[in-house]
């Protein structure tokens, strides 16, 4: 049987402007346990910014963050599933984009994210992923 994305995504991730302070994500993202966070404007998907943008592309420059912004930090050059694609779809755009997150999106809209390790969980339910996914971080 043919497993839809819809079975397997987070719904309704977290969303956020572009001119949302990284600091304030950073701190969501940690308070939350999530490594991820949508964004949008205007309800439309715009970006995706990860924990590895903000280290990569704005702690790596080093300085002062104030006034830094998600927008100047998340991948714009976005690849999305649909809810209904299934999951063998996911998975090739995962390995051929070498992605570890895709957002689903429909008619535009984004409802939800698909994560690597959601899909090793699905194909093996037994995965140290799933603990690891579900663990606290260390303080």
């Given amino acids: 049987m043919v497993r839809r994305v819809r ?10 402007g572009p001119g949302t302070a990284v600091q304030q994500v950073a701190t969501v993202m940690r308070d939350e346990n999530i490594g991820a966070v949508l964004v949008l404007e205007g309800g439309r998907l715009r970006g995706l910014v990860t924990d590895r943008d903000l280290t990569v592309r704005i ?30 779809r996911a998975v090739h755009l995962m390995r051929s984009k070498e992605l570890r997150r895709l957002p689903v999106v429909d008619d535009g809209r984004p409802v939800g994210i698909v994560a690597l390790s959601d899909l090793v969980v699905e194909r093996d339910p037994d995965s140290v992923l799933e603990d690891v996914g579900a663990a606290t971080p260390d303080p």
């Fill in 59 to 88: 702690l790596a420059d080093g300085g002062d963050v104030t006034g830094r912004t998600v927008g100047e930090a998340c991948s714009g050059d976005l690849v999305a599933v649909a809810p209904d694609d299934d999951v063998d």
């Fill in 7 to 16: 079975e397997v995504m987070t719904e309704l991730p977290l969303g956020v």
